[in-house]
T-cell receptor, first 114, second 114 residues
């Protein structure tokens, strides 16, 4: 069956520009997570959506980062005024919603900020 | 803050050698524990998880892990590695309760020589 998909797979942008990264979770999964993977920092949690509840934004590194999830499905992560330190692989995962449920990861979006 | 430590950054083994990758976490309350693997060019995928019951957990591809609560550890083991086990391995934790987001260790790269 279809897994988690993310687009674009690669994004190169100039410092100061805004970028949008998209995640399509597995159908029927109520929980959606964004993480980022960077050299030296490993995998860091960014934001978590669970059903219709308010998202857990506790991992967002600055107010330049925001995310939304429309209709309980597709999610978009937006980074405004990108900085070089934002360069990383942004990973999306989805699950059935329980905290012991397996999170299924997408292939990631590799963001490079020049 | 809660953290996950993986002691080995890079492990190099010959085929048929036994493997043990260390993982320790810092949180004292109820935790759920996971090992994920990332094969070259592939997504992160779940190897095994523990949330209750028998502390010795068996996963895919012959891997197992043992939860030792007194040591805050969840070490990954395999009695005989294969070249195809070459990958990066990540230990992760989430807290019991409602916080589903995973806190990851920095990963251990395993290289298996044929």
């Amino acid at each position: 069956g279809a897994g988690v998909s993310q687009s674009p797979s690669n994004k190169v942008t100039e410092k100061g520009k805004d970028v949008e990264l998209r995640c399509d979770p597995i159908s029927g999964h109520t929980a959606l997570y964004w993480y980022r993977q960077s050299l030296g920092q490993g995998l860091e949690f960014l934001i978590y959506f669970q059903g219709n509840s308010a998202p857990d934004k506790s991992g967002l590194p600055s107010d330049r980062f925001s995310a939304e999830r429309t209709g309980g499905s597709v999610s978009t992560l937006t980074i405004q005024r990108t900085q070089q330190e934002d360069s990383a692989v942004y990973l999306c995962a989805s699950s059935l919603g329980g905290i012991t449920d397996t999170q299924y990861f997408g292939p990631g979006t590799r963001l490079t900020v020049l | 803050a809660q953290s996950v430590s993986q002691h080995n950054h890079h492990v190099i083994l010959s085929e048929a050698a036994s493997l043990e990758l260390g993982c320790n976490y810092s949180y004292g309350g109820t935790v759920n524990l996971f090992w994920y693997v990332q094969y070259p060019g592939q997504h992160l995928q779940l190897l095994l998880k523990y949330f209750s019951g028998d502390p010795l957990v068996k996963g895919i591809k012959g891997f197992e892990a043992e939860f030792i609560k007194s040591k805050f550890s969840f070490n990954l083991r395999k009695p005989s590695v294969q070249w195809s086990d070459t990958a990066e391995y990540f230990c992760a934790v989430n807290r019991g309760g409602s916080q589903g987001n995973l806190i990851f260790g920095k990963g251990t790269k395993l290289s298996v020589k044929p």
